[in-house]
């Protein structure tokens, strides 16, 4: 894997510590071989399911990456479950057979494995064992499903059981049912399970959107397996009878989006047009992202404040304090690889129009930090949220390989007060990792 790092605590603002969110060349420079260094902050206001993970170049790919869970003594949602511990959390993740500094070479990589909860079996590989969840029949658990993919989504299920999402990348929503939810990388679900069927063993299933997966040989499964069953691979099988719909998700506090409620009404309205160019790098409004020389909160601290002053040029947006931001992403399709999940650092967005869908919703629309910018070529999701946090933001592709080519921006949020704020708390350890 590459040798420098950098540790991203993803989905958390990181208000007034900007310094600390973990960005490679955005908010620090990385870690040489050899360093140590402390990210101390506080998650003000902030807690449910997030995760933590490399930065660096496409590092996370080889492993660097783990769930982050703050739990609320005081959750609204508490009701409704029985057991929310280290055990019912579960992670979906990728494995590849080559490093990714190998890989990241190239374009349109494919994952080798899932791994539910680390383990996973690959095509014409060993029989290891799988992960096992383990519950007692009548008790309602609060799965904390976590994507920490490099690339492919997951249509995550379990046989037999309905789930409730109760939270949506760390907000809490209104209850609603379903039996499957398509998750892609970055993003995070709670989900109520009540443990109501015969004891016996019942497939945990993340079937990925990677070319040619399939459940042969056992590949992206686990099992549920309830106390005083055998231990063996279930029979179970898989049905949908209710549908996954975005739109149907809705905050259970503070709902509504911000601003006039009309497409374009916002105080600063932005359109981001996907592509990829004749190298096959992504682009954002023609430009493919490129690390600076210098980290950009760094450049800001230095006193650059335009963005004809910030680096890379054409990467970086500047957005005036305590305004209304909205962000349209007309025909996904532009840039290959669709459906890409869309990620901004420092908030969570309200998405006033989902992929799949031409209404509007600025009630009580889903508010995330990670969205579908869907798959179609009418699709333009929209995004609303205030610049309430100072600092530069890294609004990105969450699939590693294409953030890795180019598919980012950064929004320079406020920078003369980032600049204030941050030169007051940022640490001596953090400058002088841009010396050594």
């Known amino acids: ?28 420079c990385p870690l040489r071989q050899q360093q140590s260094f402390e990210y101390r902050f506080q998650p003000t206001n902030q807690t449910g399911t997030y995760w933590y993970h490399s930065h660096y170049s496409t590092q ?68 290891i064992a799988l992960s096992v969840v383990n519950v007692t029949h009548g008790l309602r658990y609060r799965f904390r499903v976590v994507s920490l993919s490099c690339d492919p989504s997951f249509n995550f299920t379990i046989d037999g059981h309905r789930m409730t999402i109760i939270e949506v990348d760390g907000n809490e929503v209104e209850p609603v049912e ?9 993003q995070r679900y709670s989900v109520v399970v009540t443990a109501n069927q015969t004891v016996g063993n019942y497939w945990i299933r993340a079937l990925s959107n990677a070319p040619n997966s399939s459940y042969s040989g056992d590949q992206n499964l686990a099992i549920l397996r309830y106390e005083g069953a055998k231990d063996e691979n279930p029979t179970s099988s898989a049905t949908y009878d209710i549908g996954f719909n975005e739109s149907s998700l809705h905050p259970l506090v503070n709902p509504g989006a911000p601003g006039v409620p009309e497409i374009g009404k916002a105080d600063v309205n932005l359109q981001f047009s ?37 680096l890379p040029n054409g990467s970086v947006y500047v957005l005036p304090s305590d305004k209304v931001i909205e962000i349209s992403f007309p025909d996904p399709t532009a840039a290959t690889g669709a459906p890409h999940p869309i990620h901004l650092h420092g ?11 031409n209404t509007t919703n600025f009630v009580n629309p889903v508010r995330r930090d990670v969205v579908s910018i869907g798959n179609s070529s009418t699709d333009n999701v929209t995004i609303r949220f205030k610049t309430d946090n100072a600092g530069p933001w890294f609004l990105h592709c969450h699939i590693d390989w294409h953030l890795h080519h180019g598919f980012a921006v950064v929004l320079a949020e406020a920078p003369d007060l980032a600049a204030a704020q941050e030169s007051a708390v940022a640490p001596a350890a953090w400058y002088q990792l841009c010396q050594d």
């Open 60 to 127: 996370y790919c080889d492993g660097l990456r783990g769930p982050l869970v703050i739990y609320d003594p005081d959750d609204p949602l508490a009701y409704l479950y029985d057991v929310d511990n280290e055990t019912t959390v579960i992670t979906l993740a990728d494995w590849y057979h080559t490093p990714s500094v190998t890989l990241g070479k190239s374009f349109g990589v494919v994952s080798n494995a899932t791994l539910i909860n680390g383990r996973g079996r690959y095509s014409d590989g060993p029989s």
């Open 274 to 310: 996907v592509g990829t160019n004749s190298s096959g790098y992504f682009t954002i409004n023609n430009v493919s992202f490129t690390d600076p020389t210098v980290p950009v909160l760094l450049q800001i601290l230095s006193g650059a404040r335009d963005a004809s002053q910030l």
């Open 178 to 186: 379903v039996d499957s939810i398509p998750i892609l990388a970055g």
């Open 1 to 28: 894997m590459p040798l420098e790092t950098s540790v991203h605590w993803h989905g958390l603002f990181q208000q007034k510590s900007n310094w600390a969110d973990g960005v490679a060349y955005v908010t620090q």
């Open 347 to 357: 908030h969570a967005f309200d998405v006033v129009r989902v992929a799949g869908s």
